[in-house]
T-cell receptor
Framework: GDSVTQMEGPVTLSEEAFLTINCTYT??????LFWYVQYPGEGLQLLLKATKADDKGSNKGFEATYRKETTSFHLEKGSVQVSDSAVYFC???????????WGAGTKLIIKP | DADVTQTPRNRITKTGKRIMLECSQT?????MYWYRQDPGLGLRLIYY???????NKGEISDGYSVSRQAQAKFSLSLESAIPNQTALYFC??????????????FGPGTRLLVL
């Protein structure tokens, strides 16, 4: 079945560092891919998405490119801030069903 | 006001008790979902509903039941709570009209502790 694998956390960085959180997937068909973010004490919210190969999603300085050849959707940010500290979830949605398949989440800690 | 609300936000109960978690939304979405979140496991789908008359089991429905009382309300019940149902529960909604890039909107969560 479909699955999403994320790098384990926590990931700890200093402010202004470059961020990469790896996400790879297995799926039949052509999934849409998502990154959601969960700030402390809150529900999840969509950060960015891409619905077809080579699309780049971007929001709040974060970017991720849908790479079909490597089945990846890695999240990147050039300069992180303390306020980016959160748990980040990668997810996919396949056309054949209506469910989102979630990665385990990666906790990001940014130190001043 | 929040678009997706959940009540209660926190609940402590004892093994064997019946409890209900409630979710309401003002987004006008037809689809609603219940998830549980456990550390290191991401989110797992319990039940989902595409409209008032359409309710479906998710990955981990055993021990849970749901009721879709109206388009805006979707309740999750634990008929006889057990300690391994201790988790963070999220309600979410989505709009069927957006298809491929369908975004889910989450409530703030209910933290449940079963003693």
């Amino acid at each position: 079945g479909d699955s999403v694998t994320q790098m384990e956390g926590p990931v700890t960085l200093s402010e202004e560092a470059f961020l990469t959180i790896n996400c790879t997937y297995t799926a039949t068909g052509y999934p849409s891919l998502f990154w959601y973010v969960q700030y402390p004490g809150e529900g999840l919210q969509l950060l960015l998405k891409a619905t077809k190969a080579d699309d780049k999603g971007s929001n709040k300085g974060f970017e991720a490119t849908y790479r079909k050849e490597t089945t990846s959707f890695h999240l990147e940010k050039g300069s992180v801030q303390v306020s980016d500290s959160a748990v980040y979830f990668c997810a996919l949605r396949d056309y054949s069903n209506y469910q989102l398949i979630w990665g385990a989440g990666t906790k990001l800690i940014i130190k001043p | 006001d929040a678009d997706v609300t959940q009540t209660p936000r926190n609940r402590i109960t004892k093994t064997g008790k019946r409890i209900m978690l409630e979710c309401s939304q003002t987004k006008g979405h037809d689809r609603m979902y219940w998830y549980r979140q456990d550390p290191g496991l991401g989110l797992r789908l319990i039940y989902y509903s595409f409209d008032v008359k359409d309710i479906n089991k998710g990955e981990i429905s055993d021990g849970y039941s749901v009721s879709r009382q109206a388009q805006a309300k979707f309740s999750l019940s634990l008929e006889s709570a057990i300690p391994n149902q201790t988790a963070l529960y999220f309600c979410a909604t989505s709009d069927s009209g957006t298809k491929a890039g369908e975004t889910q909107y989450f409530g703030p969560g209910t933290r449940l502790l079963v003693l």
